[in-house]
């Protein structure tokens, strides 16, 4: 028995495996928490007239300090082809966390991720399975042709898309709309639409259509937070890869790939110690 009163066993090479590892319950506050800022921000705005935290998590201030998702800055950047510095400087630190953690927004922080979990969850009483198979499976690739596809269309329009359309911006709008005009947004059936698709398949617009996950992907592909795979430990059980959300294959070091976003599912479910989240140095 360990410290913190967790079971553990021995391995043959004589190592402890600790079976609880506990990211999943983690990240589940942590996602309640970034939740609680989208949601209850507008109501001190509104109702308190306390402007210190404004907006969402596309772009947002706390205090003189904001954040620009690095997408909607791009977007901007390429329509109106010049350079607008607040916006830039924006964009600065959530560039920085991608660069060096990778898609942690998308897994940690993102409103969408807090719903489909629950959404995952109640499934799971639902249908009494403890993992549901992925039935919609299309090319890791098609992720990058989604981002393409994106800021192509916003520089031929000459709009900015997915400022209108970004699911996690969507759910700090409706609640804004909700409680300062007391009425939702048509674009709303769109986060209805991802929601339902959870039943069916485990975060399917995160894995293929999300162009903010792309981006950050993307910007990540060399990051430094990475699930390393330790083939020494593994008894080739699977349950890693029928874990993943993102469908990937962690016993083929796919922990690594730019599409892993670090969200440590495949690490509780390893009972064999094979899998840990790693800082790589230079």
């Not at 209850?40 to 705005?45: C, D, E, L, M």
């Not at 690095?70 to 329509?79: K, M, N, Q």
């Not at 942690?104 to 969408?112: A, G, L, R």
């Not at 399975?129 to 098609?142: C, G, Y």
Request: a positive charge; glycine letters at 8%.
């Amino acid at each position: 028995m360990k410290p913190n009163g967790h079971p553990e066993r021995q391995l043959p090479n004589g190592n402890n495996v600790n079976k609880h590892k506990g990211y999943s319950g983690l990240r589940l506050i942590v996602l309640f928490c970034a939740f609680l800022v989208v949601l209850v921000n507008p109501f001190i705005n509104f109702y308190l007239h306390n402007n210190f935290i404004q907006g969402w998590y596309q772009s947002i201030g706390i205090g003189s300090l904001w954040f620009v998702s690095p997408l909607e800055g791009l977007e901007s950047l390429l329509i109106t082809k010049s350079i607008y510095m607040p916006s830039i400087i924006g964009m600065v630190i959530p560039f920085t966390i991608a660069l060096l953690l990778g898609r942690v927004f998308c897994s940690w922080i993102c409103p969408v991720t807090f719903f489909l979990e629950l959404t995952d969850r109640l499934r799971k009483k639902i249908s009494k399975h403890e993992k549901l198979r992925n039935r919609l499976v299309v090319a890791k690739w098609v992720l990058w042709f989604t981002l393409t596809a994106e800021l192509v269309t916003s520089m031929v329009l000459g709009k900015p898309i997915f400022v209108f359309l970004s699911p996690p911006g969507l759910v700090g709008r409706e609640i804004m709309m909700l409680v300062f005009f007391g009425s939702m947004a048509f674009e709303g059936v769109l986060l209805i639409a991802i929601l339902l698709l959870e039943f069916v398949t485990r975060r399917f617009f995160c894995r293929t259509f999300c162009p903010l996950g792309a981006l950050l992907a993307f910007i990540g592909r060399k990051r430094k937070l990475i699930v390393e795979f330790l083939p020494e430990n593994c008894t080739g059980c699977r349950k890693c890869e029928r874990s993943c959300p993102m469908g990937l294959v962690p016993q083929k070091d796919e922990g690594r790939s730019a599409f892993c976003w670090n969200c440590g599912e495949c690490i509780d479910s390893c009972g064999e110690n094979s899998l840990k989240l790693s800082w790589q140095n230079p």
